[in-house]
């Protein structure tokens, strides 16, 4: 399975708005520069999820980028959980906590109330385009700036800059382990 989308093909949006992903010599809309940076960066690899495909440049980029579940695609069997298993850091560039997709794993896995709903999403499986249905959960990034003040103060994290912006560096099992307790006493 691979996005569809490219101008001719999909466009941003298919007709019921289900986001279209770009396929990969296409710009990916509203990610930023950074994560579009590393998008077009040759031997790049980018996962297949039709609305939270993650991109991965390196040795392990294949692995981590290979199996992303078409269901909760922001839990496990993703790459998020592949980063958790791997003892990944989380490198926050000129952005903070409200930008760092990793809580939503934390999200997934704390025992909280999720509401579940069915999305669709067009997709290219065997040259054909198709729209596909699967499970994801109601995610909020409403708290996450909290939860990342409570991360720095009670474990803390490495700062810096580059340039004229901050740059935080986060260990992302750390993060994550936190950011579940944390939303387990702190949200509704």
């Not at 690899?45 to 040795?59: D, I, N, Q």
């Not at 490198?91 to 409200?98: A, K, M, R, T």
């Not at 760092?100 to 999305?119: K, M, P, Q, V, Y």
């Amino acid at each position: 399975m691979e996005p569809a989308a490219g101008p001719g093909r999909l466009g941003r949006h298919d007709n019921r708005g289900a986001a279209a992903v770009p396929a990969r010599g296409d710009a990916v809309p509203r990610v930023g520069a950074i994560p579009e940076c590393l998008r077009a960066f040759p031997d790049t690899r980018r996962s297949a999820h039709p609305l939270y495909s993650v991109a991965a440049w390196g040795a392990d980029a294949e692995a981590v980028t290979t199996d992303h579940s078409l269901d909760f695609g922001l839990g496990e069997g993703t790459p998020y959980s592949v980063l958790y298993d791997r003892d990944a850091s989380v490198l926050l560039l000129g952005v903070g906590h409200e930008a760092n997709t990793s809580l939503h794993l934390a999200e997934h896995r704390a025992d909280i109330a999720l509401g579940a709903r069915e999305r669709t999403a067009p997709v290219v499986r065997d040259g054909d385009r198709v729209v596909v249905s699967y499970e994801d959960f109601e995610t909020s990034t409403e708290d996450f700036r909290a939860v990342g003040d409570a991360f720095a103060a009670s474990v803390g994290h490495a700062e810096g800059s580059v340039g004229a912006g901050t740059v935080t560096l986060v260990d992302q099992p750390a993060l994550v382990d936190f950011a579940a307790d944390w939303f387990e006493d702190n949200r509704e």
